[in-house]
């Protein structure tokens, strides 16, 4: 089992910075395609940003504004997010597979990104 908890959301405003984490319960190593996704309000959750075989991937809409990194040694990861737009609100979720004697899909349980214009 994989506790996955995000935290840094917050009230912002347009043109400003958030950097969000996600603490991992287990080995950041040992979780597959780990990944940043989004939900606004009445609209389906979407990717974000995700870090696979150590390559960083991210949706076109946040490409050269958000940076996703992670601390190994802090099974942590990160977004950090500047530019921030009205429209980048939303609650932000972490996810990740991983493999025990099958893959599981785990998702923390978000936090909300507000951007003020």
């Known amino acids: 089992q994989v506790q996955l908890v995000e935290s840094g959301g917050g009230l912002v405003q347009a043109g400003g910075s958030l950097r969000l984490s996600c603490a991992a319960s287990v080995s950041i190593f040992t979780i597959k395609s780990i990944s940043w996704y989004r939900q606004a309000p009445g609209k389906q959750r979407e990717l974000v940003a995700r870090i696979t075989d150590g390559v960083p991937n991210y949706a076109d809409f946040v490409k050269g504004r958000f940076t996703i990194s992670r601390d190994n040694a802090k099974n942590t990861l990160y977004l950090q997010m500047n530019s921030l737009k009205p429209e980048d609100t939303a609650v932000y979720f972490c996810?990740?597979?991983?493999?025990?004697?099958?893959?599981?899909?785990?998702w923390g349980q978000g936090t909300q990104v507000t951007v003020s214009s």
């Open positions: 996810y990740g597979r991983r493999f025990e004697l099958g893959w599981y899909d785990y």
